[in-house]
């Protein structure tokens, strides 16, 4: 399989888990990576379905709804092992703690957290708590298809982002997942919107639009601030897509 050229393959549902997740998945082949992009959204159906079960088991033992949320949160962020979250806070803290773009990639690299990290986790973590409470006080017919609709969604912006813009840095995790080509980027957004149109319906798509313009928004501020994208900014993408469209589906 290493030298396999083809745009879609099985294995790649195992390369994008073992990328994304803390599933224990069993990877031989690593040569893929680049290709495998197209199975982002197959981790969000994973992995929000398994944060869904741990919500409706809690919802089924009458918990209240606030404690519901907390729980789908409690399952969902771990199984990403934080990843995105880490992300999301080293990227406020380069962008906005920087003079430049060296300087930028430099705070960003730092494993210490600052106050624009802080500032971003604490607003993303309470409105996606927010969000689910509202959603899951709906019930959880209402809650399911919505934290899938924003796992599948939000995971399948990152390969626009890597396709669109070079490597901001000579390492780290997205410069070693390699090149990503428009092709498989575009068929991950395909099967999301489908994914997305079979549990929303038509909402789907407005999700979709804002999405795309959050996405666009973060794409200009990464090339004005570090000339491209690193693992961080995917992070970061990925965290601010899946609040928009929360918010969205609640809207």
């Given at each position: 399989?290493?030298?396999?050229?083809?745009?879609?393959?099985?294995?790649?549902?195992?390369?994008?888990l073992?990328?994304?997740?803390?599933?224990?998945?069993?990877?031989?082949?690593?040569?893929?990576?680049?290709r495998?992009?197209?199975?982002?959204?197959?981790?969000?159906?994973?992995?929000g379905?398994?944060?869904?079960?741990?919500?409706?088991?809690?919802?089924?033992?009458g918990?209240?709804?606030?404690?519901?949320?907390?729980?789908?949160?409690?399952?969902?962020?771990?199984?990403?092992?934080?990843?995105?979250?880490?992300?999301?806070?080293?990227?406020?803290?380069?962008?906005?703690?920087?003079?430049?773009?060296?300087?930028?990639?430099?705070?960003?690299?730092d494993?210490?957290i600052?106050?624009?990290?802080?500032?971003?986790?604490?607003?993303?973590?309470?409105?996606r708590?927010?969000?689910l409470?509202?959603?899951?006080?709906?019930?959880?017919?209402?809650?399911?298809p919505?934290?899938?609709?924003?796992?599948?969604?939000?995971?399948?912006?990152?390969?626009?982002?890597?396709?669109g813009l070079?490597?901001?840095?000579?390492?780290?995790?997205?410069?070693?997942?390699?090149?990503?080509?428009?092709?498989?980027?575009?068929?991950?957004?395909?099967?999301?919107?489908?994914?997305?149109?079979?549990?929303?319906?038509?909402?789907?798509?407005?999700?979709?639009?804002?999405?795309?313009?959050?996405?666009?928004?973060?794409?200009?501020?990464?090339?004005?601030?570090?000339?491209?994208q690193?693992?961080?900014?995917?992070?970061?993408?990925?965290?601010?897509?899946?609040?928009?469209?929360?918010?969205?589906?609640?809207?």
């Open positions: 399989m290493k030298n396999d050229r083809s745009l879609a393959q099985p294995h790649d549902v195992l390369v994008a073992a990328l994304l997740s803390r599933l224990p998945v069993q990877v031989q082949d690593w040569s893929r990576q680049a495998a992009v197209w199975a982002y959204p197959l981790v969000g159906v994973v992995l379905g398994v944060a869904s079960v741990a919500g409706l088991m809690a919802l089924g033992l918990l209240p709804a606030p404690l519901v949320a907390l729980i789908t949160l409690a399952v969902l962020i771990p199984l990403s092992g934080a990843m995105h979250e880490d992300g999301l806070a080293d990227t406020a803290d380069g962008f906005w703690g920087g003079w430049d773009a060296k300087q930028r990639l430099h705070i960003m690299k494993s210490h600052g106050t624009y990290g802080v500032v971003a986790l604490c607003l993303s973590l309470a409105t708590w927010a969000a409470w509202i959603l899951w006080d709906m019930g959880g017919s209402v809650a399911v919505a934290i899938l609709t924003s796992a599948i969604l939000s995971r399948a912006v990152m390969p626009i982002l890597m396709a070079p490597h901001a840095r000579d390492m780290g995790l997205s410069h070693s997942v390699g090149q990503v080509g428009w092709s498989g980027a575009i068929l991950g957004v395909a099967l999301a919107m489908g994914l997305a149109l079979a549990l929303q319906g038509f909402v789907a798509i407005w999700a979709g639009f804002w999405a795309a313009l959050v996405l666009f928004g973060i794409a200009l501020m990464a090339r004005s601030k570090i000339h491209g690193t693992g961080d900014v995917l992070g970061a993408s990925q965290q601010i897509t899946e609040v928009t469209i929360l918010i969205c589906l609640l809207a």
